[in-house]
């Protein structure tokens, strides 16, 4: 009687081995995947930020006494949608 109960737990643990080896090997396929997308959200942010800065010094250079204070403002609403744009790739 002990052994049929002993058998009977053993199969119990394999099965339970092989759905835990099935997991695990699920959650190493999806870690793999969020690699791959962090990589490219990053590559994405970094020629978002080589563009970014692009157009600031575009606007800097044609920036008279009258616009200043307007393109303050731009740069600063610029600064913080790039912000914005960093927050959401990083929450990836």
Do not use: P, W
């Not at 999806?30 to 990589?39: D, F, I, P, R, T």
């Amino acid at each position: 009687m002990n052994i049929k109960i002993f058998a009977s737990q053993v199969r119990q643990l394999i099965l339970q081995l092989r759905k835990l080896k099935q997991e695990n090997a699920d959650l190493e396929a999806m870690v793999q995947k969020l690699k791959e997308e962090n990589a490219q959200a990053t590559q994405e942010l970094k020629a978002m930020q080589v563009e970014y800065n692009s157009l600031v010094m575009g606007k800097m250079l044609h920036i008279t006494d009258n616009d200043l204070e307007t393109s303050r403002q731009r740069i600063n609403n610029m600064i913080r949608t790039v912000d914005r744009c960093i927050t959401i790739l990083s929450e990836k």
